[in-house]
C-alpha cells in the first residue's frame, strides 16, 4: 500500500491527493471487479481462511468444534471437481424435468408450496420479517419477484446497456442449456418465453431510487383482501402452506405490481412464466454443477461488474461454501484473529461515539425540546454488537452433511430447511440478536426495526482501525464509520422508526419539515454529480450521505477532544479509507442501483461541509476543495 501523499493536491482533490500514487499501480484482480479499501480487506481475509481451510481439508488440521467440522465436509463436497465435473447436468435434471412437466396454472398451483421450498423463482414473493410498526412481532409480507436486469430502468427504451446485458444473458442461457442436453428449438423456445415474462413484469415495480424510501414499503392488507388481489393464483392456499396458519395481515411493498397479478400470471401468460422458471433454476443451479457449467453461469454476473475472469476452483469453492455456513465461518475467524480484547476496545469506542452524538443531540439548535428529547431516548436505546455475536445462530445446527450426496442434492436440503427456519418465524416472538452479517465479513450496518448498530470482527483492521494508528487516525477510519451507522437512526429512512424500531412518526411537524429540507439540501449536493461511469442520482444516495456526513462531523468531535488531535491525519485517513479502484462496469451497474455514492465522491464532498477542513488544510475560495458558505449542508 502506497502511502504517499500529494501535499500540493490536497486543496484542490483530498481523494486524488491522498490515494493518487495507490491508483497509478492499483491492479484489479483479473477475477474481481474491484480492489483497494473494502476489497483489500476482504482479499486478505479471503488467503488467511483459504490457507488455514487447507489444512482441515488435508488433514493436518483439526477440530473439535462438531459445527466447524459439517463446515469441513460441505467444502470437500463443493472442492471435489473431479466428481461435479462426471455428474455434468444430472443432479438438477429432476428439478428441471418438474418444472417442465407443469400442464397449467392449476398444475403450477398445485406445486407452488413444492417448488418454492426447493427455491424456484415464483412471480409471488412471501415472505417472513418483524412488523415495521410492531418488531416484536412477525408479519408476513409480500415482495416482488428479481429481475434479469439490474433494475426496471435497464428496460426503458434507448438503454443501450440493457441490449448488450440481455445479449450476454441469453448467450450464456443458450449454452447453459446445450450443455445441460437440450435442443437449439427448446433451448430458444424457452429463453423467448423467460425474457418476455420478464420483461412483463417490470413496469409493474419500483425502481432503486423508489426502493430506497423503505418506509414507504410498509402497505398493510388484511389478509381477506390481500388474496383478493388476485383470481388466477389462490393466495390463501400458498399462504397457509408457508406459515402452517392463517395469517390477520399481509404487508405489501409494491402494491402497483400486486393490483397487475391477474394480468401477469394467467392461463395466456402460463407458457412464458414456466419458461422463466425454468431459465431461472438452469441458471441458478449452474454454480453447483460442473466446473464448465459454473464457469458459463457466472458470464453474465461478471458482465454486470466488469469482473475479466471466472474465479478459479479453489477460490470459487471457497466462496461458496462459506457464503453457505457464513456464520459458522465467521465465529471461527473472529475467535482466532480478533478476540475479547478488540471487541472490548471497540465496544468503547462506540459507546464514546454515541457519548458525542448525545451532546450535539443535546445542543442542537434547529430541534424542538420534544423531538431532542425522543432523539435522546432513541440514541440510549440503541444497541451495540461489535465484533461477533456471542452464540451461533441455532439455524446453523441443523446443518447436516450427507457425504455421499452430491452438491446439488445437500444444497437442496439446506434450502429446505432454511426456508422452514425463515416461515415458522411466524407467529414466535422475534429474535433482536440475530446478526445479518458474519464476523468476517468487511462492513457494517444498522437494523431499523431493531435500533441496533453492527460492526463484524472483519472490519476493525487498518486503515480503518489499529492500535498502531494515531487516534486521529482511528477517528477518521473507524470513528467515522461508527458515527456513519449511528448517522442512520437519524437519516431520512432511519428517522421515521422509534426507540423500540417501530415506524412511528415520533417528530413534531415543523421538526419534520425542516429535517426534509436539510435532506433535500444534501439531495441538490450530490445530484448530477459528474462521475466517468454517468451523473448521481440524489436521491438514490440521500440515505447514506446523510450518515457519511453526520458520521464524519462526529468523529471529528470526538477526534478533536483528544490531546493529540491531528486533524490533518484525521482527513486524510477519511479519504484512504475510501481508496478504490473499480471496473468501469462496476461504477455503471453501482450508479444505478447502489443507495451509497461513488467513493471519491464520499471521500472529497463531505469534508468541504466542516470548517475544521478548510483551517486544517487553508482551503481559499479558487481551491478545489473550496465550496461557499452557503452551500454546505450540515444536517447532525
Not at 145 to 163: R, V, W
Not at 231 to 243: E, F, P
Not at 346 to 356: C, P, S
Not at 527 to 553: F, P, R
Request: glycine letters at 6%; charged letters at 30%.
Amino acid at each position: 500500500m502506497s502511502d504517499t501523499i500529494n501535499t500540493d493536491l490536497l486543496k484542490d482533490d483530498l481523494y486524488q491527493a491522498v490515494n493518487g500514487e495507490w491508483l497509478k499501480t492499483a491492479k484489479i484482480p483479473a477475477d474481481k471487479p474491484t480492489t483497494g479499501g473494502f476489497a483489500d480487506l476482504a482479499d486478505n481475509i479471503e488467503e488467511t481462511l483459504m490457507s488455514d481451510f487447507d489444512k482441515f481439508l488435508d488433514g493436518s488440521k483439526t477440530t473439535d468444534d462438531k459445527y466447524l467440522q459439517e463446515f469441513i465436509k460441505y467444502y470437500r463436497i463443493v472442492a471435489d471437481f473431479d466428481k461435479r465435473d462426471a455428474q455434468g447436468f444430472t443432479p438438477v435434471k429432476k428439478s428441471l424435468d418438474k418444472i417442465d412437466q407443469l400442464k397449467d396454472l392449476k398444475d403450477w398451483q398445485d406445486s407452488l408450496y413444492e417448488l418454492t421450498m426447493d427455491g424456484n423463482a415464483a412471480p409471488v414473493a412471501l415472505y417472513v420479517a418483524p412488523d415495521m410498526k410492531d418488531t416484536q412481532h412477525y408479519a408476513l409480507n409480500a415482495e416482488v419477484p428479481s429481475l434479469i436486469l439490474p433494475d426496471k430502468t435497464y428496460y426503458e427504451e434507448g438503454n443501450e446497456q440493457a441490449e448488450a446485458l440481455l445479449q450476454v444473458y441469453s448467450q450464456m442461457v443458450l449454452k447453459l442449456f446445450k450443455l445441460a442436453g437440450y435442443s437449439d428449438e427448446f433451448a430458444r423456445e424457452t429463453l423467448d418465453g423467460a425474457l418476455k415474462f420478464d420483461r412483463s413484469l417490470a413496469p409493474h415495480e419500483k425502481d432503486s431510487t423508489e426502493r430506497a424510501d423503505y418506509a414507504k414499503d410498509y402497505n398493510k392488507y388484511s389478509f381477506e383482501d390481500f388474496v383478493k388481489l388476485s383470481s388466477n393464483i389462490d393466495l390463501t392456499s400458498y399462504a397457509t402452506q408457508l406459515i402452517k396458519t392463517t395469517p390477520d395481515q399481509v404487508i405489501v411493498s409494491e402494491p402497483k405490481f400486486y393490483e397487475a397479478l391477474d394480468d401477469l400470471v394467467s392461463d395466456n401468460t402460463f407458457t412464458d412464466m414456466k419458461s422463466w422458471i425454468f431459465v431461472k433454476r438452469l441458471v441458478g443451479a449452474s454454480s453447483l454443477l460442473s466446473d464448465e457449467a459454473r464457469i458459463i453461469g457466472g458470464e453474465y454476473g461478471r458482465a454486470l461488474s466488469g469482473s475479466k475472469e471466472p474465479k478459479s476452483k479453489k477460490k470459487s469453492a471457497y466462496y461458496f461454501a462459506t457464503g453457505q455456513f457464513d456464520q459458522v465461518v465467521g465465529l471461527y475467524y473472529a475467535h482466532k484473529y480478533f478476540g475479547e480484547t478488540a471487541k472490548n476496545d471497540v465496544h468503547k469506542m462506540v459507546e464514546k461515539m454515541v457519548a458525542v452524538y448525545q451532546k450535539r443531540l443535546s445542543e442542537n439548535e434547529w430541534l424542538s425540546e420534544d423531538t431532542k428529547k425522543k432523539a435522546v431516548t432513541k440514541l440510549n436505546t440503541l444497541g451495540i454488537q461489535v465484533g461477533y455475536p456471542d452464540e451461533l445462530d441455532p439455524l446453523y445446527k441443523k446443518f447436516t452433511v450427507n457425504e455421499d450426496e452430491n452438491l446439488y442434492d445437500n444444497d437442496a436440503r439446506f434450502t429446505h430447511i432454511i426456508l422452514e427456519d425463515h416461515f415458522s418465524r411466524w407467529g414466535k416472538k422475534v429474535n433482536r440478536t440475530r446478526w445479518e452479517m458474519p464476523a468476517h465479513m468487511v462492513n457494517a450496518y444498522y437494523n431499523p426495526s431493531f435500533n441496533v448498530i453492527v460492526f463484524p470482527a472483519a472490519i476493525l483492521q487498518a486503515p480503518f482501525y489499529s492500535l498502531e494508528q494515531s487516534s486521529s487516525e482511528n477517528y477518521g477510519g473507524i470513528g467515522a464509520v461508527i458515527a456513519h451507522e449511528i448517522s442512520h437512526a437519524f437519516d431520512n429512512n432511519g428517522a421515521q422508526f422509534d426507540e423500540l424500531g417501530n415506524l412511528h412518526n415520533w417528530w413534531t411537524a415543523d421538526d419534520m419539515k425542516h429535517f426534509k429540507a436539510l435532506a433535500q439540501d444534501e439531495i441538490d449536493q450530490f445530484d448530477g454529480l459528474e462521475t466517468k461511469a454517468g451523473k448521481v442520482k440524489g436521491k438514490l444516495v440521500v440515505s447514506e450521505n446523510i450518515a457519511d456526513a453526520g458520521g464524519l462531523s462526529c468523529a471529528l468531535e470526538a477526534a478533536k477532544a483528544e490531546d493529540s488531535a491531528d486533524i490533518k491525519a484525521f482527513f486524510i485517513n477519511w479519504g484512504r479509507i475510501w481508496r478504490m479502484k473499480s471496473s468501469l462496469e462496476r461504477e455503471k451497474l453501482l450508479l444505478s442501483i447502489d443507495v451509497h455514492s461513488p467513493n471519491e465522491l464520499r471521500a472529497n464532498v463531505q469534508p468541504k461541509n466542516l470548517i475544521d477542513f478548510y483551517t486544517a488544510f487553508d482551503i481559499q475560495p479558487g481551491d478545489g476543495m473550496y465550496l461557499p458558505e452557503e452551500q454546505r449542508v450540515n444536517i447532525w
